[in-house]
């Protein structure tokens, strides 16, 4: 019988030649050579309340970003049985989502303020990442504590400033839930918050994003530089050093030393197009693309909403819907008076997309705040949005806190799922509504704020007044400009929103004709989010990067236990008909609406609906 790895280390001292990946070998050999026990146990050690309080608020932008992506990555492999967590730079857990139900999510080692470093937990995918500062997995027995020999870890950093190690993503599981392309996608949010920081950290300066192929602008393959109003470069991301050799990497060079072109004819070209070419000095050309308020300023001329697309931390908003048209025409003119907005939609239909967009047209100088109203704690819900002083409750963070409404002073404060707001929350939202001002828990003295409030849910608030639940009086403080945006079934711009979300993908994908066709005639329960979860799914099953109408036919069904796209639309007249179908009943059998929405004639309209009736007439003889 072979002996088990861990016994033969703690007797030779060493792990056997080839047996693991070099990797994994040599951060065996450094737990050794400080002496951990390869068949002892780990160091569980937990950080307490308030030293877990002061690293989130360290952390706090990166945290923001972090758990979007968690989120994101969630939906991506959600029924997998992982949980997902966030750490800083220093292994130290600090945000985690559960998924499934085995015994990995309920063991207390995940929790928020668990250390996770090589040092103390031996070989596991968190402590590798910090060590080594490069993705990581560990699998099974590959853990160097038998504790953990059931696990499998996947796990990437998130690089900030500098290249310094701004913190790590893990996606955990059993052994039996293991999936190979975990480490991608960990990888892929990692990349994307990375860009977040680098756009926030160089808001002031104008941003340029290139690559040598146009297509892959706008997705996680393109290079980021930094420049100032004189041309110098003043920061630059992973992917430009690889572009741009060592160039990119020196700061302070100045943009002619990179390219070919001088920085001020250059930027005498930008209101001409969205888009550009740049040859290096090396000979190489790349399309690019301006960023941040100097392009903005540069494009000014143009109106949001006559753009076929808004760009803004790397997510493209297509609005070439006329819903979408006017939904945007409505929220710039609101934010201009500084009025509350609710936006109403369907889960997955852009929401808060939206409610971004209402803060970057509004010009405040403040932060964007989301808060998640359904899962704010009922206990704790006065100090959360309103903040509170330092010891003014048992566990109150160190030096007290701002809270969420605070910290949108200056901002937008948003507010989703607000109709799950609990009624004691409602209560004291109003209050302060009523008069801009907060009081934190534990001072005596009044606040005032200036904040741009949006709200958004998923339901009809309208239909539950006199109903238990949301309160009338707050619905009419919260809603003097409702928008309300579309299922992704009855957007006019489908196509260029499946277009839009191919092109942000890290690798080309090509539909065939086929699988286009089925694409558009899918009801979209879950909408946009759903398209997108979809379309990634595709990515990383069709290795050749072309799809065909059964590669998607098999990714539907594994979404919607098996329920094939045909049954809902089994072909384009039938799709036509239950388009006009949806349209007459949103009408109320306004003829003249009808045709307005659809874009077509009134005699289309007529036809279309006498094939209806015909068709229901014949199948009830």
């Known amino acids: 019988m072979t002996p088990d790895i861990r016994t033969v280390l703690a007797r030779e001292g060493t792990v056997p030649v080839g047996h693991y990946r070099p990797e994994i070998s040599l951060s065996w050999k450094r737990c050794f050579g400080i002496g951990l026990d390869p068949l002892g146990s780990p160091k569980q050690i937990q950080i307490d309340t308030s030293e877990l309080s002061k690293r989130r608020e360290e952390n706090d932008k ?21 949980v997902i967590l966030f750490a800083d730079s220093e292994g130290v857990i600090l945000d985690r989502i559960l998924d499934g139900s085995t015994h990995v999510h309920n063991s207390r080692w995940t929790l928020p303020g668990f250390i996770w470093k090589e040092g103390m937990n031996g070989t596991n995918a ?24 059931n696990l499998t870890c996947a796990a990437a950093p998130i690089f900030g400033g500098n290249g310094k190690l701004a913190g790590i993503i893990d996606a955990t599981s059993d052994c039996r839930s293991r999936q190979l392309h975990t480490l991608a996608l960990v990888r892929m949010s990692c990349i994307t918050i990375e860009n977040g920081l680098f756009r926030d950290r160089n808001k002031g300066l104008l941003i340029f994003e ?5 297509e892959f602008l706008g997705t996680l393959q393109s290079a980021l530089l ?25 700061k302070n060079v100045h943009f002619d030393q990179i390219f070919r072109v001088p920085f001020r004819k250059f930027l005498d070209r930008l ?9 290096d000095t090396d000979g190489s050309s790349f399309a690019v693309r301006p960023f941040n308020h100097h392009a903005r300023k540069l494009t000014s001329k143009r109106t949001f909403i006559s753009d076929l697309r808004w760009q803004m931390q790397n997510v493209t908003m297509v609005c070439e819907d006329p819903g979408v048209k006017s939904a945007m025409h409505m929220v710039k003119r609101a934010v201009e008076l500084n009025v509350p907005i609710l936006i109403r939609g369907k889960t997955g239909t852009g929401k808060e997309l939206m409610a971004r967009y209402a803060h970057a047209v509004s010009n405040r100088k403040g932060g964007f705040i989301a808060v998640n109203c359904a899962a704010l ?41 607000i109709g799950a707001m609990s009624a004691e929350a409602q209560a004291k939202l109003l209050r302060f509504l009523d008069r801009m001002e907060i009081r934190p828990v534990g001072n005596s003295t009044e606040v005032a704020l200036d904040i741009q409030l949006i709200s958004a849910t998923n339901t009809d608030l309208k239909a539950r007044e006199g109903k238990p639940g949301f309160r009338p009086d707050l619905l009419y403080r919260i809603n003097t400009m409702e928008i309300c945006l579309p299922p992704l079934c009855k957007r006019q711009d489908l196509h260029e929103i499946i277009t839009a979300i191919l092109n942000t993908l890290p690798h080309p994908l090509k539909l065939e004709p086929d699988a286009l066709r089925l694409l558009q005639s899918h009801a979209w329960p879950g909408n946009i989010r759903e398209l997108k979860g979809v379309l990634t799914r595709l990515l990383i099953t069709c290795e050749s990067g072309k799809v065909t109408r059964e590669d998607l036919e098999r990714i539907i069904s594994s979404e919607n236990g098996d329920a094939r796209m045909e049954t809902q639309s089994k072909n384009l007249a039938d799709h036509e008909l239950a388009i006009v179908i949806s349209a007459y009943e ?14 077509i004639s009134r005699n289309t309209v007529y036809k279309k609906l006498k094939k209806i009736r015909k068709r229901r007439f014949d199948s009830s003889e």
């Not at 209101?271 to 040859?279: E, H, K, M, Q, V």
């Open 377 to 417: 704690p009922e206990t704790l819900v006065e100090s959360e949005l309103f903040g509170h002083e330092d010891g003014a409750f048992t566990g109150a963070a160190k030096g007290g806190s701002k809270g969420l409404v605070g910290q949108a002073n200056g901002g937008t404060l948003f507010l989703d799922e």
């Open 126 to 149: 968190l402590g590798l990442v910090a060590k080594i500062r490069q993705p990581a997995v560990v699998h099974g027995e590959e853990h160097y504590f038998k504790a953990y020999a």
């Open 62 to 82: 990166l945290r923001r970003l972090a758990k979007l992506e968690m989120e994101n990555l969630h939906r991506q492999i959600a029924g997998s049985n992982f």
């Open 226 to 250: 930094a420049f100032d109003e004189e041309g110098f470069l003043k920061d630059s991301n992973g992917r430009s050093q690889l572009y741009l050799q060592d160039l990119s990497s020196r």
């Open 271 to 279: 209101p001409n197009a969205g888009s550009s070419y740049l040859t």
């Open 586 to 599: 949103d009408q109320k059998g306004n003829i003249s609406a009808v045709s307005r929405q659809l874009g």
């Open 210 to 214: 290139f690559h040598n192929r146009p």
